[in-house]
Structure formats: C-alpha cells, structure tokens
C-alpha cells in the first residue's frame, strides 16, 4: 500500500478564522483527543441507539424475533455506519470551522430523523422516515469530502473525490429502493448494504487517509463507553418500572446484579490494554473498525436483553425464562467474543489468549440456568476480569 503524503502539521484551534482551508490532519500530532463537538455528536448518535434498542426489547419480550433481529440490524446498520464514517473523516480533517460545525450538525439531525423513524421501521416494516434520515447523514459527508479534494491534489484530491461518488451513488439507490415494492425491497437492501461497505475500501485502495490512530482508539472507546452507558440506562429504568407496576423486587434483585456485573466487566475487558498501536495500517483498520459493528450492536443488544429477562421476572414477557436469559447471553458472548477477536488477542500472551473465548462458551451455557441464567452470567463475567487482572499481574512480575 502506498504510503500517505505528509500531512499539514497544525495545532488545533490555532487559528479562529470562522472559515479555514480543509487540510489533512498529521498522524503523528500530539495530544490528539476527542474533540467537544465529537461528543455532542455521539450523545446524540446513542439516542438512536437507545431506540433501536427498545423496539428491539419489545419485539423479543413478544417472540417476534425474526422482525425485531432484522429490524435491530438494519436500524443500527445505519446509525453506526454513519457515525464510523464521519469519526474516520473527522480523525483525518476536521479544521472545526464555521462550515464544518454546520455541516456536522446537519448530520446530527439526520440521525434524530433516524430515530424518530425506527418505531415505524419496527411496527410497520417502514423505512421512509430512517431512510431518509441517513441520507441527510450521507449527504452531508459528502460535501465534507468534496471540501477536502477541493484542498487536496494528486491521489489524495482521488480519494476524496472517490468518496463523495461513492456516497452519492449508494444515495441515489437508498432512494429508488425508496419507491420499489416492498417484496423487492428485502433483496435490495443487503446490495445497498454491500455497496455502502465498498466505498472506503475502493477509494483508499491506493492511498489511505490521514486518520490519527491514538484519536481513532479514543473515539471508538468513547462511544463503547456511551452505549454501555445507554444500556445501563435502559436496565435501570426497566427495573424501576417493572417495582413501580409489580413490586417484585425480590424476584428483580438477580436480574440487576447480574446485569450491572456483565456492563461492569464489558467495561474493564473492552478497556484492559490499549489497542492504538495495533492500528498500523487500513488492512488492520478496516477489519478493526467493521468489526465494532458487532461489538457496539452486542453492547446495545444486552441492554434490551435485560429489558426482556426483567419483564419474564414479573411474568409480563410473552417467552419463556429460557428464552428470556438467551436475549442477554447471547450479546454478551458476542460482545465478549469480538472484543477478544478485534483487539485482546493482539495484545494478550499465554493463557490469557484463551480466556475471554473460554468466558463466551461459558456464557452461553448459562443460559441453561433458566431465570437464574442473568446472575450466573454476570458472575462468569466478573470471574473472567478477575482473572484476566491476576494473569496479566502474574505475567508481569
């Protein structure tokens, strides 16, 4: 892979002109950190999260898991696939002028648009709303990325130039697939899906963008920490509401307990050793930064889970405790899984290698534990960090 220009070299901030020259950000600035609009923008991004999360709650408390799977996938599809590429346009030329603010608030409410339409996504298959919702997302970068090749030249001004096309076109298509009938549609969108996924791969074939790798580890931390924070959010309010309706406390107590020790331990495993030095190269970036899909869907997933085993305690889901138990095992063995896939092993020795699938495999069976099955899964979860801290200070000494 060709190796990228240097980039300009400027402190943030330096210059308050409300309109500056969009020039690619160095890779090797120093103190590089999330920015105060990143996290307006992030806050803003997990109110989706939240509400692709309850409708996922309620479709799986119902039994309906195949609409609300789908559902859940397609709609954090869409919030995340935005604010990815918005985190690796901004880690590359974020100039934070007047402009830029503008533009990326426009994107902000695009998503809230999003959001507004995913109850309908849910209950009545339709996706007007949240469709165009993320076109007003992916509009909006495309005029950050045609204001970059305007300050750009040679294979550099290509690569911006091969990203605004490359949105506008998968835009175009979100569009007509707007009209199609709704039989067509579930064959079209993983085409759209796939087209999507494209972009960045053919418009960085021959040169990749200025992104920071120490910024990019940050933000991704940033928004796993907001949407472990959304599903703990989501937990409490669930359990204040099934005491205030049913005052089952009693039977709530294992739920919550168990619940708050797997957001606590997804929490230390996620953040357990730094990852930014793994983030050489987009060969490395682009598998690392897909694959939080899996692992920002999975957090937000255990928070509608504990949703659905509250209400079975109450006896108010329409699922068996089994079942119920499944909606959080199953997320945290993924989330456990992909994190140790992703980043733990690049940074693990020994047996540690082996402990994190050692805890999904262990996870998954205690889903066997019917109602109890929460509990036991946050203790497996605690026991897994546990003994990850006492390797790692073995390993050490």
Known sequence: MTSEPAAVHRPHHADRHPVRRMVPRSRDEPHRVATPLELFFDLCFVVAVGQAGRELAHDLAAGHYGDGLTGYALAFFAIWWAWMNFTWFASAYDCDDVPYRVTTLVQIAGVLILAAGVPRMFAEQDLTLSVIGYMVMRLAMVTQWLR??????????AVALRYAVGITLCQVGWGVMLVLPHDVRPYVIPLGILAELSVPVIAELRLQTPWHPHHIAERYGLFTLIVLGETVAAATVAVQSAVDEHEGLGRLVPVAVGGLLVCFSAWWIYFARPV?????????????GYGHYLVFGSAAAIGAGLE???????????????????????PTALYLFTVWLLHARHVKTGAEQALLP????????????????????????????????????????
Not at 148 to 157: D, I, K, L, W
């Open 276 to 288: 930014h030095d793994h983030l050489r190269s987009n060969r490395q970036a682009f598998l690392w």
């Open 308 to 330: 659905v085993a509250v209400e079975s305690a109450v006896h108010k889901a329409h699922v068996s405790e089994a079942a119920a138990t499944a909606t959080v095992t199953v």
């Open 148 to 157: 970059a090749a305007a300050n750009e030249e040679g294979q550099a001004r």
């Open 358 to 397: 050692a805890a999904t495999v262990a996870v998954l069976a205690c889903t066997a534990a019917g109602g109890s099955g929460v509990l036991a899964a946050g203790l497996v979860s605690a026991a897994t960090v546990a003994l990850g801290v006492t390797m790692h200070a073995r390993g050490g000494a």
